[in-house]
């Protein structure tokens, strides 16, 4: 039987009641106020729930899918075209999202890269791709790469703010470098 618990009680007695969920495999049910608010389940409950879903999800899609081919007097698509669609969808609108950064971020990634010097914001992006890359490659902006790695101090920065490749001093090779003799 669901045993059912208000919230107060939940609080004082959370270790024991996530006990007995796991050991017994019976919920149970968090009330506020006398209404139902959360339930506790076990993890075996849990993966169902999410599998149950899943199987609701794409049922609903393949229903849309066949409804839309109807109404555009098409021929029903098979599952394998629709997963081709979606598959083919993701990818352009990864490449349109990323571009050029997928190569970059896989050559660093093979290099076993610790720091990489960017000014490139799309690499300091939120998103779990760019999240789980952060988690193996250490992305710094040149200024915070000087002043937390190199030590420079604020000062040093500040030196250096405004200057330009015009600005370095460029030795131009001898003749006889540039020959080779």
Do not use: H
């Not at 760019?130 to 040149?142: G, I, K, S, T, Y």
């Not at 500040?158 to 370095?168: P, S, V």
């Amino acid at each position: 039987m669901t045993r059912r618990v208000s919230a107060r009680e939940a609080r004082s007695r959370f270790a024991e009641l996530t006990d007995r969920v796991r050991y017994t495999g019976e919920p149970v049910i968090v009330e506020k106020q006398g209404q139902p608010f959360v339930a506790l389940i076990s993890v075996n409950d849990l993966d169902a729930l999410e599998r149950w879903r899943a199987y609701e999800r794409q049922e609903d899609f393949s229903r849309r899918a066949a409804r839309a081919a109807r109404e555009v007097g098409g021929p029903e698509p098979t599952e394998e075209e629709i997963v081709q669609a979606v598959k083919a969808t993701r990818e352009a609108a990864y490449r349109e999202r990323y571009g050029q950064d997928v190569p970059i971020a896989l050559t660093l990634l093979a290099g076993d890269v610790d720091i990489f010097v960017t000014n490139d914001r799309d690499f300091t992006d939120p998103d779990a791709t760019a999240r789980r890359f952060r988690d193996r490659v250490r992305v710094m902006l040149p200024a915070v790469f000087l002043r937390e790695v190199l030590g420079w101090r604020a000062e040093d920065l500040e030196a250096i703010r405004n200057r330009t490749w015009q600005d370095i001093a460029v030795e131009e090779p001898s003749e006889k470098a540039v020959s080779g003799t």
